[in-house]
């Protein structure tokens, strides 16, 4: 079974900056890992697009968020980091990662448990 860990979140003032990292991990070999992308849902809200990284680079950001996050591909096999800098108290929610991976010749979506981010004003 594959396996979608965040980590990263905490507290952080506005105008911070925070690096929330997704990896993946499995029992056997993970082929490949295809399109990532980064979630949020604040309190009472609906979970919203954050960010996402093509298998290839691309990368699209939503508006509230273009500019001041970045999503790359990790150092480590199978990570994607979101790199987020100058933070507001409307950046407060639960971060999901979200992949398509290739594993046992299957295309899977998978998503993590989630990490906390709070900005505080």
């Known amino acids: 079974q594959v396996q979608l860990v965040e980590s990263g979140g905490g507290l952080v003032q506005a105008g911070g900056s925070l690096t929330l990292s997704c990896a993946a991990s499995a029992s056997g070999i993970i082929s490949r890992v295809n399109v990532v992308g980064w979630y949020r849902q604040a309190p009472g809200k609906q979970r919203e697009w954050v960010a996402t990284i093509t298998s290839d680079g691309g990368r699209n950001y939503a508006d509230s968020v273009k500019g001041r996050f970045t999503i790359s591909r990790g150092n480590a096999k199978n990570s994607v980091s979101l790199q987020m800098n100058s933070l507001k108290p409307e950046d407060t929610a639960i971060y999901y990662c979200?992949?398509?991976?290739?594993?046992?010749?299957?295309?899977?979506?998978?998503w993590g448990q989630g990490t906390q981010v709070t900005v505080s004003s």
């Open positions: 979200n992949a398509q991976i290739v594993y046992l010749a299957r295309e899977g979506d998978y």
